[in-house]
C-alpha cells in the first residue's frame, strides 16, 4: 500500500511539473519582437530593431540588436539606453546610420555607429524628428525626411495680457481639410520635405522648398539627386488619392516631374545602374479597393511601362536585386505575407512565407525584409506561436535565427490554429477563415464560440501571433476569424466587392462560416458570442441587428451611422464618393441604409461598446449612438471608455489587456 501511495503521489509531481501553462493577460508585457531587418551588404550580419514591452511604464522600448547571419554572435549594438530605431548600412558595411533619443525629450537626432572601433555618436542637431534614413550610393551622405513647422494661422490679434496673468489658452484655427490625424491628434500647420546631412556630421541641408508633403524618395545613383513621391497639383488637398514621382538635383534645381495620370504613384527605387525606375501605382478608377502595380520607367521618366505579371494582388515594399535583372517585393496571399521577386519580363517567383508578427494585437499582416549583394533575404518570421523574430533565406532554405519568446512561449500550451475554407451561400465563392482553438482542445466536447471580425475592412486576418487571439483561447473558447468578400490577399476583385455594398453580403460570409463551425461538431451552438474593432465592430453591430442567435456581443470602436461618420472623422474626406453614392446631404437614404444604427431596433443581444476616448477615426460619439439607444429600449447594454486611447485602442500594453479581459468578462457573464 505505500509503495501504491509512493508510485501516485510521484507521478501526480511528475505530471504537475511537464504541465504546460496557458497565456495569460499580464505575458502581454513579457512580449519581445524584432522590426525593420537590415542585412549587411556582404549578408554576414543583420542589424534590427528589438522591441520589448515595459510593465512599469505601459509602453515599448526599442534597442538596435546585431547578429551574425549563422546566429552567432548576437548583442546589443550600443550602450544607448534611450529608444533607437532605423538602423541603416552604409554602402560597404563598415558603418550604421540609426536615429536615437539624445535624453528624455521627444527629439531624435542621426547617430553613427562604426565597426571597426565600435563607437558610436550623434551626427547631427535637428529642430524636429528624421525619418526614413537612406544612404547616397557613395556612402557621403545620408538623405531623410523631416517636418518643417509654417506659420499658425491666426484670424485676429488678441489683446495683451496683464504680467503673470493666467489666461485660457489661445483658439485653435485651420482653413486646412485635413486638420487632425489619429494617433497624434491636432495637426501642427507645416509640411514633411527632404533633407540630407553628410556621413561625417554636419549642418543639414534642405533639398525640396515646395509647400507640399514629400513621401518616399531614392538617391539617384551618381549621389547628386533624388527621386521622390509628392502632389504638387494645384488641388492637392482634394486630390488626396494622386501623387506623382519627381526628380531634383541635390541642390534643389532642377525638379523635374516623372509621372503624370490621375492615380497615386510611389516607392520609387532606382535601379543598381541608375538607368532605371521601378515604381507602384494604379489608375484610379474611385472604387474601394485598387491593388498597385508594378510600373518601370527610364530614370528621365521616359519610357514608362506597367511589368505585366499573373499576380493579383498588392504590392509593396520594391527592392531591385544587385545586377538589377529582377525586383522583390512583399505581398499577402490568402492572409499570409510573403516575399516574391519578378524579371523584368513579368516572371514571378514566391521567395519567402510567414513575413510578418509585428502587430501586437489581432492576426494582421506587417513586416519587412532587406536583401544582401548575393540576394540573402532577412525578414521578420511569425506563425500563430510567436511574434515576429529574425529570419535568413539564403536562396535554398529559411533558417529562424532567433527566438525572442522562447523562454516565454515555448512551455505554455498555446492551442492549435487553422484555416478553414467554406462556400458562401450567396453566390458560392469560397470564403477562408482561421480557427483558434483552446489549450487542451478535445474534439469530443463541445466549446463556445468567439467570431472575431477583423478591421478595414480591406485588410486581412492570417496565421499571424495575435495575443488577443490567444487571450480568448485560453479563456475556453474557440475563436472563429474569418475573411469575408471585401477582405485583401484575394485579388483585386474580391476586395472591391463591398463598393457601395456595405455592410453587405459579407454578413453572409461572416454566418456561412459560424454555419461550417457548428458542422464541425466540437462548438456549443448555444454559447455563440461576436465582436470585432472598427470596422469588424461596424459588423458586429450589424450582426447583432440581424440575428438574435449570438448569447452575447461586444461592439468595439464602431461606426454606427455613416452620415455623422462620414462628416466628423479625421479621415472624413477619403470617403467622398468611394465608400457610398455621393456625400450624406446628396443621397442620405444610401447612407443610412449601410448605418447599423438602422437596426438598433431589432437588437435584443446583450451588448458591450467600447471605444477610446481619443479616437478620431470612429469617434465616441458613434459608440454612444449605440449605447444611448440600447438603453432607451432598455436592452442589457454597458460602455466602456479606454482614456487616452486613439483608434489604436490596444496599443499600450495595459489597454490590451484590459480590452479583453472586458470583453471575456461580458462573454462569461452569459456563457452558460
Same mark, same amino acid.
Given at each position: 500500500?505505500?509503495?501504491?501511495?509512493?508510485?501516485?503521489?510521484?507521478?501526480?509531481?511528475?505530471?504537475?511539473?511537464?504541465?504546460?501553462?496557458t497565456?495569460?493577460?499580464?505575458?502581454?508585457?513579457?512580449?519581445?519582437?524584432?522590426?525593420?531587418?537590415?542585412?549587411?551588404?556582404?549578408?554576414?550580419?543583420?542589424?534590427?530593431?528589438?522591441t520589448?514591452?515595459d510593465?512599469?511604464?505601459?509602453?515599448?522600448?526599442?534597442?538596435i540588436?546585431? %547578429?551574425?547571419?549563422? /546566429?552567432?554572435?548576437?548583442? $546589443?549594438? &550600443? #550602450?544607448?539606453?534611450?529608444?533607437?530605431? !532605423?538602423?541603416? +548600412?552604409?554602402?560597404?558595411?563598415?558603418r550604421?546610420?540609426?536615429?536615437?533619443?539624445?535624453?528624455?525629450s521627444?527629439?531624435?537626432?542621426?547617430?553613427?555607429?562604426?565597426?571597426?572601433?565600435?563607437q558610436?555618436?550623434?551626427?547631427?542637431q535637428?529642430?524636429?524628428?528624421?525619418?526614413?534614413?537612406k544612404?547616397?550610393r557613395?556612402?557621403?551622405?545620408?538623405?531623410f525626411?523631416?517636418?518643417?513647422p509654417?506659420?499658425?494661422?491666426?484670424?485676429?490679434?488678441?489683446?495683451?495680457k496683464?504680467?503673470?496673468?493666467?489666461?485660457?489658452?489661445?483658439?485653435?484655427?485651420?482653413?486646412?481639410?485635413?486638420?487632425?490625424s489619429?494617433?497624434s491628434?491636432?495637426?501642427?500647420?507645416?509640411?514633411?520635405?527632404?533633407f540630407? %546631412?553628410s556621413?561625417? /556630421?554636419?549642418?543639414?541641408? $534642405?533639398? &525640396? #522648398?515646395?509647400?507640399?508633403?514629400?513621401? !518616399?524618395?531614392? +538617391?539617384?545613383?551618381?549621389?547628386?539627386?533624388?527621386?521622390?513621391?509628392?502632389?504638387?497639383?494645384?488641388d492637392?488637398?482634394y486630390d488626396?488619392?494622386?501623387?506623382?514621382?519627381?526628380?531634383?538635383?541635390?541642390d534643389?534645381?532642377?525638379?523635374k516631374?516623372?509621372?503624370?495620370?490621375?492615380?497615386p504613384d510611389?516607392?520609387?527605387?532606382?535601379?543598381?545602374?541608375?538607368?532605371?525606375?521601378?515604381?507602384?501605382?494604379?489608375?484610379?478608377?474611385?472604387?474601394?479597393?485598387?491593388?498597385?502595380?508594378?510600373?518601370?520607367?527610364?530614370?528621365?521618366?521616359?519610357?514608362?511601362?506597367?511589368?505585366?505579371?499573373?499576380?493579383?494582388r498588392?504590392?509593396?515594399?520594391?527592392?531591385?536585386?544587385?545586377d538589377?535583372k529582377? %525586383?522583390?517585393?512583399?505581398?499577402?496571399n490568402?492572409?499570409?505575407?510573403k516575399?516574391?521577386?519578378?524579371?523584368?519580363n513579368?516572371?514571378?517567383?514566391?521567395?519567402?512565407?510567414?513575413?510578418?508578427?509585428?502587430?501586437?494585437?489581432?492576426p494582421?499582416?506587417?513586416?519587412?525584409?532587406?536583401?544582401?549583394l548575393?540576394e540573402?533575404?532577412?525578414?521578420?518570421?511569425?506563425?500563430?506561436?510567436?511574434?515576429?523574430?529574425?529570419?535568413?533565406?539564403?536562396?535554398?532554405?529559411?533558417?529562424?535565427?532567433?527566438?525572442?519568446?522562447?523562454?516565454l512561449?515555448?512551455?505554455?500550451?498555446?492551442?492549435?490554429v487553422?484555416d478553414?475554407?467554406?462556400k458562401?451561400?450567396?453566390?458560392?465563392?469560397e470564403i477562408?477563415?482561421?480557427?483558434?482553438?483552446?489549450?487542451g482542445?478535445?474534439?469530443?466536447?463541445?466549446?463556445?464560440?468567439?467570431?472575431?471580425n477583423?478591421?478595414?475592412?480591406?485588410?486581412?486576418?492570417?496565421?499571424r501571433?495575435?495575443?488577443?487571439?490567444?487571450?480568448?483561447?485560453?479563456?475556453?473558447?474557440?475563436v472563429?476569424?474569418?475573411?469575408?468578400?471585401?477582405?485583401?490577399?484575394?485579388?483585386?476583385?474580391?476586395?472591391?466587392?463591398?463598393?457601395?455594398n456595405?455592410?453587405?453580403?459579407?454578413?453572409?460570409d461572416?454566418m456561412?462560416?459560424?454555419?461550417?463551425?457548428?458542422?464541425?461538431?466540437?462548438?456549443?451552438?448555444?454559447?455563440?458570442?461576436?465582436?470585432?474593432?472598427?470596422?469588424?465592430?461596424?459588423?458586429?453591430?450589424?450582426?447583432?441587428?440581424k440575428?438574435?442567435?449570438?448569447?452575447?456581443?461586444?461592439?468595439?470602436?464602431?461606426?454606427?451611422?455613416?452620415?455623422?461618420?462620414?462628416l466628423v472623422?479625421?479621415?472624413?474626406?477619403?470617403?467622398?464618393?468611394?465608400r457610398?453614392?455621393?456625400q450624406?446631404?446628396?443621397?442620405?437614404?444610401?447612407?443610412?441604409?449601410?448605418?447599423?444604427?438602422?437596426?438598433?431596433?431589432?437588437?435584443?443581444?446583450?451588448?458591450?461598446?467600447?471605444?477610446?476616448?481619443n479616437d478620431?477615426?470612429?469617434?465616441?460619439?458613434?459608440?454612444?449612438?449605440?449605447?444611448?439607444?440600447?438603453?432607451?429600449r432598455?436592452?442589457e447594454?454597458?460602455?466602456v471608455?479606454?482614456?487616452?486611447?486613439?483608434?489604436?485602442?490596444?496599443?499600450?500594453?495595459?489597454q490590451?489587456?484590459?480590452?479583453?479581459?472586458?470583453?471575456?468578462?461580458?462573454?462569461?457573464?452569459?456563457?452558460?
Amino acid at each position: 500500500m505505500k509503495n501504491w501511495i509512493i508510485i501516485f503521489l510521484l507521478s501526480v509531481n511528475t505530471s504537475s511539473i511537464f504541465s504546460q501553462d496557458t497565456f495569460k493577460n499580464l505575458d502581454v508585457f513579457k512580449l519581445q519582437y524584432v522590426s525593420d531587418p537590415q542585412i549587411s551588404p556582404d549578408g554576414s550580419k543583420i542589424i534590427y530593431v528589438r522591441t520589448k514591452m515595459d510593465i512599469m511604464k505601459d509602453g515599448r522600448s526599442s534597442s538596435i540588436w546585431i %547578429i551574425n547571419s549563422d /546566429g552567432s554572435n548576437h548583442q $546589443k549594438l &550600443t #550602450s544607448n539606453t534611450f529608444s533607437e530605431s !532605423s538602423p541603416r +548600412w552604409s554602402p560597404d558595411g563598415k558603418r550604421i546610420s540609426f536615429i536615437s533619443s539624445s535624453d528624455d525629450s521627444n527629439g531624435t537626432e542621426i547617430y553613427m555607429y562604426w565597426l571597426d572601433s565600435k563607437q558610436y555618436s550623434s551626427i547631427s542637431q535637428l529642430d524636429e524628428s528624421p525619418r526614413n534614413l537612406k544612404w547616397s550610393r557613395d556612402g557621403k551622405y545620408i538623405g531623410f525626411l523631416m517636418f518643417v513647422p509654417d506659420k499658425t494661422l491666426q484670424l485676429i490679434i488678441p489683446p495683451r495680457k496683464p504680467k503673470n496673468a493666467n489666461w485660457a489658452d489661445k483658439p485653435r484655427i485651420t482653413d486646412r481639410l485635413k486638420h487632425e490625424s489619429d494617433g497624434s491628434g491636432y495637426m501642427r500647420e507645416g509640411f514633411s520635405h527632404i533633407f540630407y %546631412i553628410s556621413a561625417t /556630421g554636419g549642418t543639414p541641408v $534642405k533639398v &525640396t #522648398s515646395e509647400s507640399y508633403d514629400h513621401y !518616399s524618395f531614392d +538617391w539617384r545613383l551618381n549621389s547628386n539627386g533624388f527621386v521622390f513621391s509628392s502632389n504638387y497639383t494645384k488641388d492637392w488637398e482634394y486630390d488626396f488619392r494622386n501623387s506623382e514621382i519627381y526628380s531634383i538635383n541635390i541642390d534643389g534645381t532642377e525638379l523635374k516631374q516623372l509621372t503624370n495620370r490621375k492615380g497615386p504613384d510611389l516607392g520609387a527605387v532606382v535601379s543598381p545602374n541608375g538607368k532605371q525606375i521601378a515604381y507602384l501605382g494604379y489608375d484610379d478608377k474611385v472604387q474601394t479597393y485598387q491593388i498597385s502595380h508594378i510600373y518601370l520607367m527610364n530614370i528621365d521618366g521616359n519610357n514608362k511601362k506597367l511589368l505585366k505579371t499573373s499576380l493579383d494582388r498588392d504590392v509593396t515594399s520594391l527592392t531591385w536585386s544587385s545586377d538589377g535583372k529582377s %525586383i522583390y517585393f512583399m505581398y499577402d496571399n490568402e492572409g499570409n505575407t510573403k516575399v516574391g521577386k519578378t524579371d523584368l519580363n513579368g516572371r514571378i517567383k514566391k521567395m519567402v512565407n510567414d513575413v510578418g508578427g509585428t502587430s501586437i494585437g489581432r492576426p494582421y499582416g506587417g513586416g519587412s525584409f532587406t536583401i544582401s549583394l548575393e540576394e540573402h533575404i532577412s525578414f521578420t518570421i511569425t506563425s500563430p506561436y510567436h511574434p515576429a523574430d529574425l529570419a535568413i533565406f539564403d536562396g535554398k532554405s529559411t533558417n529562424r535565427i532567433t527566438k525572442l519568446n522562447n523562454e516565454l512561449l515555448s512551455n505554455k500550451d498555446l492551442g492549435v490554429v487553422e484555416d478553414i475554407w467554406y462556400k458562401s451561400s450567396i453566390d458560392g465563392r469560397e470564403i477562408q477563415g482561421w480557427i483558434a482553438k483552446p489549450p487542451g482542445f478535445d474534439p469530443n466536447k463541445v466549446y463556445p464560440l468567439i467570431v472575431e471580425n477583423h478591421g478595414g475592412p480591406i485588410s486581412n486576418y492570417g496565421d499571424r501571433f495575435s495575443p488577443e487571439i490567444l487571450l480568448y483561447s485560453s479563456a475556453g473558447y474557440v475563436v472563429f476569424y474569418p475573411n469575408p468578400r471585401g477582405s485583401t490577399s484575394y485579388g483585386e476583385e474580391f476586395g472591391n466587392l463591398l463598393y457601395r455594398n456595405y455592410p453587405g453580403d459579407d454578413y453572409y460570409d461572416v454566418m456561412d462560416g459560424v454555419d461550417k463551425m457548428l458542422e464541425l461538431g466540437y462548438i456549443d451552438r448555444d454559447n455563440l458570442f461576436v465582436t470585432g474593432g472598427s470596422a469588424g465592430g461596424i459588423m458586429t453591430a450589424w450582426i447583432v441587428g440581424k440575428t438574435s442567435r449570438f448569447k452575447a456581443s461586444a461592439v468595439i470602436k464602431p461606426v454606427m451611422n455613416w452620415i455623422s461618420k462620414t462628416l466628423v472623422a479625421d479621415n472624413y474626406f477619403g470617403y467622398a464618393y468611394s465608400r457610398y453614392d455621393g456625400q450624406p446631404w446628396e443621397n442620405f437614404n444610401h447612407y443610412w441604409s449601410f448605418s447599423p444604427l438602422s437596426l438598433v431596433g431589432n437588437i435584443e443581444t446583450p451588448t458591450m461598446v467600447m471605444v477610446g476616448l481619443n479616437d478620431l477615426r470612429t469617434p465616441p460619439s458613434e459608440a454612444k449612438q449605440l449605447y444611448h439607444a440600447l438603453k432607451l429600449r432598455k436592452i442589457e447594454t454597458v460602455y466602456v471608455e479606454i482614456p487616452g486611447a486613439y483608434h489604436n485602442i490596444s496599443n499600450r500594453p495595459s489597454q490590451l489587456i484590459t480590452k479583453i479581459d472586458h470583453i471575456l468578462y461580458w462573454f462569461n457573464k452569459y456563457r452558460d
